[in-house]
């Protein structure tokens, strides 16, 4: 098995790294982006144009499982290490061929992002979150809040494989729980 990363555009430019105007510039920036992140794989470099990025359906976080025979086995719209994994595990258990884990995930895996995706954001310098925030209203906020709670949620938010139902049914009701203590909490004061 072989993972692959494609380096294809600054995802939210500003002050401290903007948009590529040259492809040396890009190879620069991809191989400071592999030594910062600390990515064992290999990087490879999409032109100036994103011809690669157009071709695979222009997303932010997509990922690809490519099987023996060369063909998209799974297609992720949004990059989630627990349901890779579940079709990784598929994958092989079919001899490496063939369709895994329904083919396609279109949920939009956004939890691992608020919790893992501040270096990131925050790379591009002030322009760089307002981008993300402009783009998505209240991305950035809950990315920076994400990042400070890391050291709380991570196991949580960033794990490699599913929750069990048990423990997605209790921390729902633990929400709950929480939300209603905290209204109650809140009207007192009135």
Known sequence: ?????????????GGSYGAYHSYEQKMASARQYKRDEGVP??????DLAGTVHQSYGNMSDPVYLI????????????TDAATLRQAIDE???????????GGIDQRPHL???FFDGWRGVSRGGIGGVLDYELGVPGGATLTFLGEQTKPLLRPLALRTTPLPMAAKLGLGAGLVAGAVLGVRWLRRGD
């Open 1 to 13: 098995m072989q993972f692959v990363d494609v380096f294809i555009r600054q995802a939210h430019p």
């Open 41 to 46: 794989w290999p990087v490879l470099v999409d």
């Open 67 to 78: 099987d023996v025979a060369g063909r998209v086995s799974f297609y992720g719209m949004w």
């Open 91 to 101: 994958l092989l258990a079919q001899g490496g061929r063939g369709v895994a884990a």
């Open 111 to 113: 939890v691992a992002s």
